[in-house]
């Protein structure tokens, strides 16, 4: 444990040291923003719009108390998504997604021998391959997070319009009591970290597989748990050190 | 000129290299030979720099490759290409983008239009002008060879490194493979190092021969004296071939050189 977070460090250091041309790290940044970001753009939205759904009918379900106002509900709606759901679940989805395909990206090119071919060419590949991904990856996750706040808020609206448990005037007013704008920033400050941690811990274990192609379904499994954990840890520390 | 000094590497104990000396002279096809597991592989890591010996240096034409700064290396690496066994073609990029690939990277000082003629010659010169368009998943194991070439030498390399470039290829291919490889080398006068354990390409290409065995140097010569040498455990390498055995009885009959046994005659037999 403690040799392989020595070896991660030092993974991420070796990413630095020795950089290619800005030029042709932004391409393949912006290649891989598409990959990373826009292919996800769907799964998030689906998730977190039913997340929004379903945290708004039960909050209703258990909020039988008639002296407090139903308002209350989307309030919570809000509070809970916004600091907790949206950007947590949202990357444990992206930590199966992302994390998943640059690890097995990574493991296939390594044993293909394609990352040795960088390596003969001269190239960093660790810096060529690997930062463009963790890049990527941090500047997409805060804009599916955003993403994923504003559907999850949309889909408790609309669940709770349709299933009659308040109004939609009652919801849009808790909604906008007592809103902290702290609250946003949290959240995506949380989404960088986890965006960090996804794209490095899956970059890590994809980069140094060895074998063959058992070995790299390894490694994508062992990514997204890793990754999870990963996530679940880092918010804990988070919300106890920033709150 | 490539000269291995007294390089030795092993693995947790387990001694693969032991103490390696031999030069690979320039513009010559120099072919590193052995059984499998002798250490072929690791050696040639250990040349191109993805291993790092434990022991001894390697030095490219008087510069020190081993241990040196890291922008004479890069230097150096600059004037490396190589093929790998399995190709290692980049499987994002078209056969045409593969090419250009070291090309944009290395050479920042090309423009557009040069690189995209210099990948155009490259494929023509490998036989592959119409493949440029199509991706490495959509090609045969021959062509990918072909254009993991067309790579290697884009950047006009002065050292080239193929892994068993014919593994994995029925004869015919493999000998179409070996005589690019020989054309290549003679006409840009580079110095090739081919890894090999195959017969044919010895008797096509083995302008200069080194065999390896259980980490060690057994022998060194050309391709016209491998069949007489003297050496039991070469002997024995190269004779567990019955076309070889076929081809050595024709070579005596004739009193020839080996020259005069091409693989064609020993076919024939
Ligand atoms: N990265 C490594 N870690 C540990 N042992 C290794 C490593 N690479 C090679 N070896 C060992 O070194 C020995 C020589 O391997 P090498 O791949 O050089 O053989 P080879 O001569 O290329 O054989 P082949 O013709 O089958 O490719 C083998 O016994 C192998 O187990
Ligand atoms: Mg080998």
């Known amino acids: 444990m403690v040799k392989s977070f020595g070896e991660f460090l030092l993974f991420i250091q070796s990413m630095l040291f020795r950089k290619e041309r800005f030029s042709v790290l932004w391409n393949r940044t912006v290649d891989e923003c598409i990959i990373i970001g826009v292919n996800s753009i769907f799964i998030v939205a689906i998730v977190s719009a ?41 990357s444990i989805v992206l930590a199966g997604k992302v994390g998943s395909s640059i690890a097995g990206g990574l493991g296939t090119m390594r044993i293909t021998e ?30 599916l997070v955003i993403l994923a706040m504003s559907l999850s808020i949309i889909g408790g609206y609309l669940a709770g319009s349709l299933t009659g448990a308040l109004s939609a005037q009652e919801y849009v007013e808790g909604i906008r009591t007592d809103f902290i704008p702290y609250n946003i920033v949290f959240a995506l ?7 960090f941690l996804v794209s490095a811990i899956a970059a890590f274990k994809g980069f140094f597989t060895s074998g063959g192609a058992l070995e ?28 | 000129m490539i000269e291995v000094h007294n390089v030795q590497k092993s693995f947790d104990g387990n001694q693969v290299l032991r103490g390696i000396n031999c030069t690979f002279e320039t513009g010559k096809c120099n072919l590193l030979l052995g ?45 490396i290409g190589m093929l790998f066994q399995g190709s290692a073609l980049f499987d994002s990029m078209t056969v045409a983008e593969n090419v250009e690939f070291p090309l944009k990277m290395l050479m920042t000082e090309m423009s557009r239009e040069e690189r995209l003629d210099r990948v155009e010659f490259c494929l023509k010169r490998v036989g592959l002008e119409n493949a440029g368009t199509k991706m490495p998943s959509e090609i045969s194991g021959g062509m990918k060879k072909r254009v993991g070439i067309a790579r290697a030498i884009a950047p006009n390399c002065t050292y080239l490194f193929c892994d068993e470039p014919n593994s994995g290829l029925d004869p015919l291919t493999s000998i179409k493979i070996d005589e690019l490889i020989h054309e290549i080398t003679h006409e840009y006068g580079i110095t090739t190092v081919v890894v090999t354990h195959d017969m044919n390409s010895v008797i096509e290409i083995g302008d200069h021969i080194i065999f390896l065995y259980k980490g060690q140097k057994l022998w060194d010569g050309n391709k016209d004296e491998i069949l007489n040498a003297k050496v039991p455990e070469l002997k024995e390498f190269i004779f567990s071939s019955s076309l070889v055995r076929a081809a050595k009885k024709v070579d005596d009959e004739t009193h020839g050189g080996l020259a005069a046994a091409t693989t064609d005659e020993a076919i024939n037999i």
Do not use: H, W
């Open chain 1, 216 to 243: 790299v379904g390894a490694a994508s499994t062992d990514a997204v748990n890793n990754s999870i954990i990963a996530i679940l840890v880092a918010d804990f520390a988070l919300a106890a050190i920033l709150l």
């Open chain 2, 35 to 79: 059984g499998s597991g002798t250490g072929k592989s690791v050696l040639l890591q250990c040349i191109v720099g993805l291993m790092k010996p434990d022991i001894g240096s390697i030095t490219f034409d008087g510069t020190v490759f081993t241990n040196n700064k890291v922008d004479i290396k890069q230097e150096i690496r600059r004037k």
């Open chain 1, 50 to 90: 039913f997340i929004g759904a379903v945290t708004c009918v039960q909050i209703a379900y258990n909020l039988t108390n008639p002296l407090i106002p139903k308002s209350t509900i989307g309030y919570m709606v809000r509070e809970m998504t916004i600091l907790e759901l949206a950007p947590t679940i949202t």
């Open chain 1, 189 to 195: 400050i949380k989404s960088v970290v986890f965006a």
């Open chain 1, 114 to 143: 394609q990352v040795s071919a960088l390596e003969v060419m001269g190239i960093n590949s660790a810096s060529y391959l690997v930062l463009p991904r963790i890049v990527a990856a941090m500047l997409m996750f805060p804009l």
